[in-house]
């Protein structure tokens, strides 16, 4: 379930996602560029702390990491004026389960209605 929060001009969005796969592959899916361009089956870019993915199509900045546990970044889509900040959170359910909190703010108004 995705939960919305709106105010006049920006949006706030949070939901859970089960996996059965450790942590740290899900993790390793955000950070590791060879396997963002692997499960998006398009280009991506990493330079720094800067990525883009989805040959462009989404641009970003890391600004906090902890190894398998946490990120936090900018986010948009190319055609957004501004970035989202979005909080990952990998919570390790047993060994080979786990689930990823996202949390999201600052989309864009017309992202929620």
């Not at 991506?44 to 900045?61: H, L, P, R």
């Not at 004026?81 to 047993?94: C, M, P, R």
Request: aromatic share 16%; proline share 4%; glycine share 4%.
């Amino acid at each position: 379930m995705i939960n919305y929060y709106n105010n006049l001009e920006h949006s706030f969005m949070n939901f859970e996602v089960e996996f059965n796969v450790p942590r740290s592959e899900i993790y390793d899916a955000f950070v590791n560029p060879n396997k963002v361009s692997m499960y998006t089956r398009s280009p991506s870019k990493f330079e720094g702390e800067e990525f883009s993915m989805i040959d462009g199509s989404i641009q970003g900045k890391f600004i906090q990491q902890r190894q398998n546990e946490y990120i936090k970044m900018l986010w948009k889509f190319k055609e957004w004026k501004e970035f989202s900040t979005v909080e990952l959170i990998f919570k390790e359910d047993d060994d080979d389960e786990c689930t990823l909190i996202i949390n999201q703010s600052n989309l864009p108004k017309e992202m929620t209605g």
